[in-house]
């Protein structure tokens, strides 16, 4: 039993990304699917193919040479719905064949960024179950326009790769029932290769959370969770840590519209990192407290949230008041307060969303801005900005710029600093009902504590979609 609908235990750590987002998104899709009526397999390939010009291919300092090259992105996949399932298989890279300035191998191809990943989901009345893999290699090279939730460590502008693999499951029993429970697992591996930074180091994360619900009453439901958080850093020069919590809380319904979740657990942090040549451990246990309240509204809801989460710096608080408005012709949604560390300082925090749509074109933008602890045992200000705008100019073309922006700042002095910054125009035009056109300009800048680096890219490429269903 869950009276708060959206307000779901995060089991991914602040500094980790498990597949519990894909999962939640392919069990997303299934149930959209079911309320559809849709179901069946399709066998796909999306496939992006044209010239590009690229003056830092290799996203180096000073850069001579420009690379010209035939670039092929595509991702070949498989997916199925039933009324009570999904799944998901796909894979893919980008070849690119050309000339590349600054190659250290001079070769005139580059096969980059592959990946495969799989995704199962299973719903019925009472149950629902989520399971993924996902397996990456990327360079490390600007990530600000990807669609993640970027930490220190993805700003960090370097040669080489990073290997990711990541396995996540979720499961809920009881959903309908007197007695719920809600678990999930979340495991990620890092490996760099060819890297001079010595922030990219190896490590392993494990991520688990559970809660029972009670119910006690149609209004009232009683609850126990309990978390658990690992980051084993392979290097004998970095810290590793472990947090633990356990506790209760209550949620329900103060009338029909108001409805509230509050958490009471005691946290404990383990971390041991190398002192004077030796590994040594010190701990932190602390009161963690959790109190989120929503009034439903015919237009969005209001919210109000306090949290507390325990770092291997200490306790970080943040309080956050929000309103979503929704309209015929789009969304404005924001949770906007303050976040206090461990030693008193206070910093502004929160995310806003908004989508505006107009007869021929749309606007949308989001912004987060949070205080979370990097790899280096630091904390840091997190802060994120996308903005992206479509025009249609005919039913057939128009146009899209896209703005991202990603920072992160750390709160001590010794503390490295990063920047990246991604503005993207494109024209697009639908050739046939299949195949679409699309030529533009992209700009990506990088502060890595002081190390600038750019990139400037023109492309005119063509794209389109193969699919068949059985």
């Known amino acids: 039993m869950s009276f708060i609908s959206d307000q779901r235990p995060t089991f991914t750590a602040s500094r980790s990304r498990t597949g519990l987002a894909l999962v939640a998104a392919i069990s997303a899709t299934a149930a959209t699917a079911q309320e559809a009526g849709r179901t069946g397999s399709e066998f796909y390939l999306d496939l992006v193919t044209g010239a590009v010009g690229n003056d830092n291919y290799y996203s180096i300092e000073e850069p001579t040479g420009?690379?010209?090259?035939?670039?092929?992105?595509?991702?070949?996949?498989?997916s199925s719905q039933t009324k009570g399932s999904s799944f998901a298989f796909a894979?893919?890279?980008?070849?690119?064949?050309?000339?590349?300035?600054?190659?250290?191998?001079?070769?005139?191809?580059?096969?980059?960024?592959?990946?495969?990943?799989?995704?199962?989901?299973?719903?019925?009345?009472d149950a629902k179950l989520g399971l993924t893999a996902r397996y990456d290699q990327t360079d490390n090279s600007f990530r600000v326009n990807s669609d993640e939730?970027?930490?220190?460590?993805?700003?960090?502008?370097?040669?080489?790769?990073?290997?990711?693999?990541?396995?996540?499951?979720?499961?809920?029993?009881?959903?309908?029932?007197?007695?719920?429970?809600?678990?999930?697992?979340?495991?990620i591996q890092?490996?760099?290769?060819?890297?001079?930074?010595?922030?990219?180091?190896?490590?392993?994360?494990?991520?688990?959370?559970?809660?029972?619900?009670?119910?006690?009453?149609?209004?009232?439901?009683?609850?126990?969770?309990?978390?658990?958080?690992?980051?084993?850093?392979?290097?004998?020069?970095?810290?590793?840590?472990?947090?633990?919590?356990?506790?209760?809380?209550?949620?329900?319904?103060?009338?029909?519209?108001?409805?509230?979740?509050?958490?009471?657990?005691?946290?404990?942090?383990?971390?041991?990192?190398?002192?004077?040549?030796?590994?040594?451990?010190?701990?932190?246990?602390?009161?963690?407290?959790?109190?989120?309240?929503?009034?439903?509204?015919?237009?969005g809801a209001i919210t109000a949230?306090?949290?507390?989460?325990?770092?291997?710096?200490?306790?970080?608080?943040?309080?956050?008041?929000g309103r979503r408005f929704e309209t015929r012709a789009g969304v404005l949604a924001f949770a906007l307060g303050a976040t206090s560390t461990e030693n008193g300082d206070i910093f502004p925090g929160g995310n806003v969303d908004w989508l505006r749509e107009f007869k021929r074109s749309q606007v949308n933008m989001t912004f987060k801005q949070s205080i979370r602890v990097n790899d280096e045992d630091e904390e840091v200000l997190n802060s994120s900005l996308r903005f992206g705008y479509r025009q249609e100019v005919t039913n057939a073309s128009g146009f899209n710029v896209a703005l991202n922006l990603a920072a992160s700042e750390?709160?001590?002095?010794?503390?490295?600093?990063?920047?990246?910054?991604?503005?993207?125009?494109?024209?697009?035009?639908?050739?046939?009902?299949?195949?679409q056109l699309i030529t533009g300009y992209r700009h990506n800048y990088s502060n890595d504590n002081d190390k600038l680096t750019t990139e400037n890219v023109v492309f005119a490429t063509f794209g389109r979609r193969f699919s068949f269903r059985p």
């Not at 503390?415 to 990246?420: C, H, K, R």
């Open 190 to 299: 890092n490996r760099y290769h060819d890297t001079t930074n010595s922030n990219l180091s190896n490590n392993d994360r494990t991520d688990i959370g559970v809660q029972f619900s009670f119910e006690l009453s149609q209004t009232l439901a009683l609850l126990v969770l309990a978390n658990y958080y690992d980051q084993d850093n392979i290097s004998d020069t970095k810290p590793d840590w472990t947090t633990t919590s356990a506790g209760i809380g209550l949620e329900g319904y103060v009338n029909p519209t108001l409805s509230f979740r509050t958490t009471l657990s005691y946290g404990r942090n383990e971390t041991t990192e190398t002192v004077s040549g030796e590994r040594k451990t010190t701990t932190i246990e602390r009161p963690v407290f959790e109190f989120q309240l929503q009034e439903a509204r015919p237009n």
């Open 66 to 78: 420009n690379s010209f090259y035939w670039n092929n992105d595509f991702e070949l996949g498989y």
């Open 305 to 321: 949230s306090f949290n507390s989460r325990l770092e291997t710096t200490g306790l970080i608080n943040t309080l956050l008041f």
């Open 91 to 125: 894979t893919g890279g980008v070849l690119n064949i050309g000339s590349f300035a600054n190659s250290p191998d001079n070769e005139n191809y580059d096969f980059k960024d592959p990946f495969v990943e799989l995704a199962y989901g299973k719903e019925s009345k």
């Open 410 to 435: 750390g709160l001590s002095g010794d503390t490295n600093d990063y920047q990246q910054a991604g503005l993207t125009v494109d024209y697009f035009h639908d050739l046939t009902e299949d195949w």
């Open 149 to 187: 939730d970027l930490t220190s460590s993805d700003l960090i502008i370097d040669s080489g790769t990073r290997d990711q693999l990541s396995l996540g499951a979720d499961l809920e029993l009881g959903r309908n029932g007197p007695i719920n429970f809600i678990g999930g697992l979340g495991y």
